[in-house]
């Protein structure tokens, strides 16, 4: 069992920066990929990004290339996702997953935390 818990939301003009964290705990986090998704009101839940367990795969999506970063920390158990030159449409409760599979698909990922609420104002 792996229990995920976000931190780091909040509200941010259009084109700040935010720095999301994901830690683990209950389990070895370096044995699981990790994949970041986000849900804006009225939306289905969406894929922003994933990195595999030995960190040397790393995808955005390309809504959010160039912009996000998606790092982790085996150390400190904690997964980050750096958001930069944010917008409005980025608005949305971003989720932190794990599991085995390096996947873009939410249906791979057993673990999931609570959520963060990132709103981005114009």
Known sequence: QVRLVESGGGLVQAGGSLRLSCTASGSTFSSYAMGWFRQ???????????ISRSHDLIYVSDDVKGRFAISKDDARNTLYLQMNSLKPED????????????????????????????TVSS
């Open 91 to 118: 608005t949305a409760v971003y989720y932190c997953a794990s599991g085995f599979r390096y996947s873009g698909d939410a249906r791979d990922y057993m673990y999931w935390g609570q959520g963060t609420q990132v």
């Open 40 to 50: 804006a009101p009225g939306k289905e839940r969406e894929f922003v990004g994933r």
